[in-house]
């Protein structure tokens, strides 16, 4: 059974770092983009970063480049989220999510159409306060 398990998030203050793990298992690890998307209350869910698990490419989206910083590591099947330089903005609960047939690009700019081979985990908080 395919499973994705985030974890990592919590409370940091303006300036802060946090990193967020997405550990993956039950599915072909290598055929996949994997990326992080958040959702605030009230808005819309928006791609962060995401990553070719086979040759490493990476895309960020404009809010997070510079500041956010997507690895994998392809022993472990876990993706992170390095995130510096945190603003109350970036609040937002955060998801990990596998999906087959796409791009980082495409990926992170919400233009894959869902399938079934696709995969999200439940998510993580996130909040920047003081």
């Known amino acids: 059974q395919a499973q994705l398990v985030e974890s990592g998030g919590g409370l940091v203050q303006p300036g802060g770092s946090l990193r967020l793990s997405c550990a993956a298992s039950?599915?072909?690890?290598?055929?996949?983009?994997i990326g992080w998307f958040r959702q605030a209350p009230g808005k819309e869910r928006e791609g962060v970063s995401c990553?070719?698990?086979?040759?490493?490419?990476?895309y960020y989206a404009d809010s997070t480049r510079g500041r956010f910083t997507i690895a994998r590591d392809s022993v472990k099947n876990t993706v992170y989220l390095e995130m510096n330089s945190l603003d109350p903005e970036d609040t937002a609960v955060y998801y990990c999510?596998?999906?087959?047939?796409?791009?980082?690009?495409?990926?992170?700019?919400?233009?894959?159409?869902?399938?079934?081979?696709?995969?999200w985990g439940q998510g993580t908080q996130v909040t920047v306060s003081s």
């Open positions: 990553i070719n698990t086979g040759n490493g490419r990476t």
């Open positions: 039950g599915f072909r690890w290598d055929y996949y983009d």
């Open positions: 999510s596998a999906q087959w047939g796409t791009t980082p690009q495409a990926m992170c700019e919400l233009k894959h159409a869902p399938g079934p081979r696709d995969y």
